[in-house]
């Protein structure tokens, strides 16, 4: 049904800035759910953002100030804006949508491939 394609990773500086977007097949996207997770090696999937479909935002405390996602429905894209990124934020970032939310992988019905984000310091 929904697929999902992520794009805008690659290797940045500590303190430079990257723009992640995730575009949808279809128009059923403004109907989800949107969030990003990210996974470094050896690592637990772990959520990082969220919108909701009245585009209430949630964000994991360790990029609070620092990121910031959205949605263009009109686009069946959303975006993740991450400033000031830090070496910590080196990971592969995943959109996924979900008809219900929340922050746990496993109600995300649909997921992308991944996109790289390195940091270096």
């Known amino acids: 049904q929904v697929r999902l394609v992520e794009s805008g990773g690659g290797l940045v500086q500590a303190g430079g800035s990257l723009r992640l977007s995730c575009a949808a097949s279809e128009r059923t996207f403004r109907s989800y759910a949107v969030a990003w997770f990210r996974q470094a090696p050896g690592k637990e999937r772990d959520f990082v953002a969220s919108?909701?479909?009245?585009?209430?935002?949630y964000y994991v405390d360790s990029v609070k100030g620092r990121f910031a996602i959205s949605r263009d429905n009109d686009k069946n894209t959303a975006y993740l804006q991450m400033n000031g990124l830090q070496p910590e934020d080196t990971a592969v970032y995943y959109c996924?949508?979900?008809?219900?939310?929340?922050?746990?992988?496993?109600?995300?019905?649909?997921w992308g491939q991944g996109t790289q984000v390195t940091v270096s310091s």
């Open positions: 996924a949508a979900s008809t219900v939310g929340g922050r746990t992988t496993a109600t995300y019905e649909f």
């Open positions: 919108i909701t479909r009245t585009t209430v935002t």
